[in-house]
């Protein structure tokens, strides 16, 4: 029993041991990930430490309003003028490379005038694609109407240099106007009502001119003559097709041309000569017409190549001469 009492007893220590504390793989990918940005880091600071002061104000600035910088142009907004760092004995360019920081001011001016003529080509071509389709459409809507196909001779449509013009000219045997008045014939109304209408689904401006032939009153231009007619015929339009519903603000020109742009250049005296021409102005000639009332020109240069000239190439007959004013105020024949 004694000995029993004086054995110590047997503790057995069972240790865990767990693995791969030291050697595991973990670390690394979270260190390769910081040697990385250290690396990228001290990359930018060298870059940046490597330009000019006027680059980094670019970049800066880019950085604050990318879109302003990016249309103005410039170093650091991606465009051509920005270059890369090259050699020779300027290490911030190639051979004959130019900044566009360091263009003459005049250079400057012609590069910003060249960009803005590009937008406005580009504007100028997707209102001409417009007008045209404008002009497409009005003449599905002359196809497609009784009241208009019957008269379909006589309306004219084209494109000038001022926008869509729009032409209702005389027939020999079919008037626009009541002999020597400026009052419409019932069938001229009808035309000008319905052109009202579909002028007045486009943003456009229109301009309204008045042309009469080349025959003469007897007293000649002192009194009641053709300038005054064509402006009457002219300003009995523009009634007409605000009567069809068309918006009186959307009128910024109504001119009286007399015989002064004749349709037929070789027989001043032709029917078709006697015409009302309306234009549905573009943005150019609105701005002119706005500013100083535009240009007269919208016949001038487009007969011979838009209205297909039929006239004869015989002799221009005298033009007839008509009583004076004083015995007939509106009285004129029906050449006119």
């Known amino acids: 029993m004694s000995e029993d009492k004086n054995k110590k007893p047997i503790v057995i220590k069972r240790i865990k041991k767990v693995a791969g504390m030291a050697h595991g793989g ?37 950085f604050k309003t990318p879109l302003k910088v990016a249309l103005s142009g410039g170093s650091g907004s991606g465009d051509s003028s920005s270059i890369l760092k090259g050699g020779g004995q300027d290490l911030t360019r190639a051979s004959g490379q130019v900044k566009y920081g360091d263009l003459p001011p005049e250079k400057k001016i012609i590069n910003i005038k060249a960009h803005t003529q590009a937008l406005t ?41 001022e926008g869509l013009r729009i032409q209702i000219v005389d027939e020999k045997n079919r ?37 009469t032939d080349a025959a003469v009153y007897g007293g000649g231009e002192r009194g009641y003559s053709n300038w005054e007619l064509s402006a009457d015929r002219a300003n009995a339009s523009r009634r007409e097709l605000i009567a069809g519903s068309m918006a009186d603000s959307k009128i910024i020109r109504v001119v009286g041309l007399s015989s002064a742009v004749p349709f037929t250049k070789d027989d001043p005296l032709s029917p078709v000569n006697r015409r009302i021409s309306m234009i549905v ?24 190549a838009e209205s297909g000239d039929t006239s004869s190439t015989g002799e221009v007959p005298a033009a007839p001469v008509m009583p004076p004013p ?8 029906s050449a006119h």
């Open 121 to 161: 080509r580009a504007e100028r071509k997707i209102e001409l694609e417009k007008l045209k389709a404008l002009k497409a459409s009005i003449e599905r809507a002359i196809d497609s109407s009784p009241k208009l196909q019957q008269f379909k001779k006589q309306i004219m449509l084209d494109i000038t240099s």
């Open 26 to 62: 973990a670390w690394k990918i979270a260190y390769a990930d910081f040697v990385t940005a250290m690396m990228a880091f001290f990359l930018l600071m060298w870059l940046l430490g490597s330009v000019t002061a006027g680059d980094l104000k670019g970049i800066s600035e880019y």
């Open 326 to 333: 004083a015995e007939a105020q509106q009285a004129e024949k």
């Open 175 to 211: 008037p626009m106007f009541q002999l020597g008045s400026a009052e419409l014939e019932p069938y001229a109304k009808e035309i000008l009502h319905e052109i009202g209408l579909m002028l007045n689904e486009v943003p456009n401006k229109i301009s309204i001119s008045g042309h």
């Open 281 to 304: 102005m573009n943005k150019k000639a609105e701005d002119a017409a706005g500013q100083d009332g535009g240009t007269l020109g919208e016949d001038i240069g487009e007969d011979d």
